[in-house]
């Protein structure tokens, strides 16, 4: 099945943040939709409305006020509807615990989020690229992150 257009959600409370990676999304060649939500509560109440457009991809921060993103991760793969999702932990934690937990709890790959817009949007296309089927089911901790 080929997907013409690239459902992208992005669940981050940072107003700036979410305004940089929608710039370096649309920059890209590949086609997308972008859902943004400002916390994983929002991002919850979505994904779990029956009509929802799930996403490919989602990218989840983790520390977020109302519901962070260790809580929407531990819902999404509890979800019978909602386990396979390809989630990206999109991070300013580089901490090896957070790292741990999150690959523990079922995150797909983590990426700490890069200060520098080219490198963004180098690792939004990267990880947009990924062939996620193979990724997951070959996944261990050297490739769960992405260092860029």
Not at 28 to 49: P, Q, R, S
Request: overall charge negative; aromatic content about 8%.
């Amino acid at each position: 099945m080929k997907i013409d257009l690239l459902t992208v959600a992005l669940a981050d409370d940072d107003e700036d943040d979410r305004l940089l990676f929608e710039d370096a999304i649309n920059e890209l060649k590949i086609k997308t939709k972008l859902l943004l939500f400002k916390n994983g509560l929002e991002l919850m109440n979505y994904l779990k409305k029956p009509d929802a457009e799930l996403p490919q991809v989602l990218f989840l921060d983790l520390n977020m006020p109302v519901m962070d993103g260790m809580r929407c991760l531990d819902e999404i793969r509890r979800d019978s509807r909602l386990k396979n999702l390809s989630v990206a932990i999109y991070s300013t934690s580089s901490s090896e615990k957070d790292i741990v937990e999150t690959y523990v709890r079922g995150a797909n790959i983590y990426l700490t989020k890069p200060s520098d817009f080219k490198k963004l949007q180098n690792a939004i296309q990267k990880i947009l690229s990924i062939n996620w089927q193979f990724h997951s089911s070959n996944l261990d901790k050297d490739n769960f992150i992405l260092r860029i």
